[in-house]
């Protein structure tokens, strides 16, 4: 058995998703975002996608690309006030939207990578959030019951990575894509550095390689920062 999973390119990562798929997409507002795999979906063109994130990108970059190209039928998402065509379709019944507390998305993405059917949390009681949910009390204060969250698709963007899948990231790129690289039925890492295997400290992997079917070296990354504040 081989244990090299590198693919060529994005292209090639993604040859096999389908209209319809349900997709997690890594990162943290613009930092530690699948550039490249977001690229190649747009060139792709897959339609009714269903997009587990954090955020939405912004209107010219990010998940925001394929919402100008109509290829998202439903956002599940946390943060998502950067992004002006998202807001547009949302008003005018065009885009589904599961909103759900930043913390609740975190913890049903793990528990979903982890085999974990369901939770309960106080976090989102008493509001729009918890309309419709199994409520239950513990220590004198009402939970609701949350559902893991997983994904036919898990598409992360790590700093190194080497050719057996194993994946560490930096720094604020650590939001959302080791949790997300778990809970993907297929798992497809791009990194700005691939090395051969047994070149990364073990002690220093966030995501190990048993995780990840697909890796490739991904290139042109822009890094962007939807808020530039510079001291006057």
Same mark, same amino acid.
């Given at each position: 058995?081989?244990?090299?999973?590198?693919?060529?390119?994005?292209?090639?990562?993604?040859?096999?998703?389908?209209?319809?798929? #349900?997709?997690?997409?890594?990162?943290?507002? !613009?930092?530690?975002?699948?550039?490249?795999?977001?690229?190649?979906?747009?060139?792709?063109?897959?339609?009714?996608?269903?997009?587990?994130?954090?955020?939405?990108? *912004?209107?010219?970059?990010?998940?925001?690309?394929?919402?100008?190209?109509?290829?998202?039928?439903?956002?599940?998402s946390?943060? *998502?006030?950067?992004?002006?065509?998202?807001?547009?379709?949302?008003?005018?019944?065009?885009?589904?939207?599961? !909103?759900?507390?930043?913390?609740?998305?975190?913890?049903? #993405?793990?528990?979903?990578?982890?085999?974990?059917?369901?939770?309960?949390?106080?976090?989102?009681t008493?509001?729009?959030v918890?309309?419709?949910?199994?409520?239950?009390?513990?220590?004198?204060?009402?939970? #609701?019951?949350?559902?893991?969250?997983?994904?036919?698709?898990?598409?992360?963007?790590?700093?190194?990575?080497?050719?057996?899948?194993?994946?560490?990231?930096?720094?604020?790129?650590?939001?959302?894509?080791?949790?997300?690289?778990?809970?993907?039925?297929?798992?497809?890492?791009?990194?700005?550095?691939?090395?051969?295997?047994?070149?990364?400290?073990?002690?220093?992997?966030?995501?190990?390689? #048993?995780?990840?079917?697909?890796?490739?070296?991904?290139?042109?990354?822009?890094?962007?920062?939807?808020?530039?504040?510079?001291?006057?």
């Amino acid at each position: 058995m081989s244990f090299n999973k590198v693919v060529s390119g994005a292209d090639e990562a993604l040859h096999d998703l389908k209209d319809g798929t #349900i997709l997690m997409l890594g990162g943290f507002g !613009l930092c530690g975002i699948p550039e490249n795999l977001i690229a190649a979906l747009v060139r792709k063109g897959s339609k009714n996608l269903v997009c587990i994130s954090n955020n939405a990108g *912004v209107d010219d970059f990010g998940i925001g690309l394929m919402l100008k190209t109509r290829q998202v039928r439903k956002m599940i998402s946390s943060y *998502v006030g950067e992004n002006e065509e998202f807001e547009r379709q949302l008003l005018a019944g065009e885009l589904e939207v599961d !909103l759900i507390p930043q913390g609740s998305l975190a913890e049903r #993405i793990r528990a979903g990578g982890a085999g974990i059917p369901a939770f309960f949390t106080p976090a989102g009681t008493g509001t729009e959030v918890a309309e419709g949910k199994e409520v239950r009390w513990f220590d004198g204060k009402p939970h #609701i019951l949350e559902h893991g969250l997983t994904a036919d698709f898990a598409l992360v963007k790590a700093w190194k990575g080497d050719t057996m899948g194993n994946l560490i990231f930096h720094a604020t790129a650590r939001n959302f894509n080791p949790v997300m690289a778990t809970a993907g039925k297929i798992t497809v890492a791009e990194v700005e550095e691939l090395v051969p295997a047994g070149q990364l400290d073990p002690d220093a992997i966030h995501t190990p390689g #048993i995780f990840v079917q697909r890796i490739f070296q991904g290139k042109d990354y822009e890094k962007r920062i939807e808020q530039r504040t510079i001291r006057k």
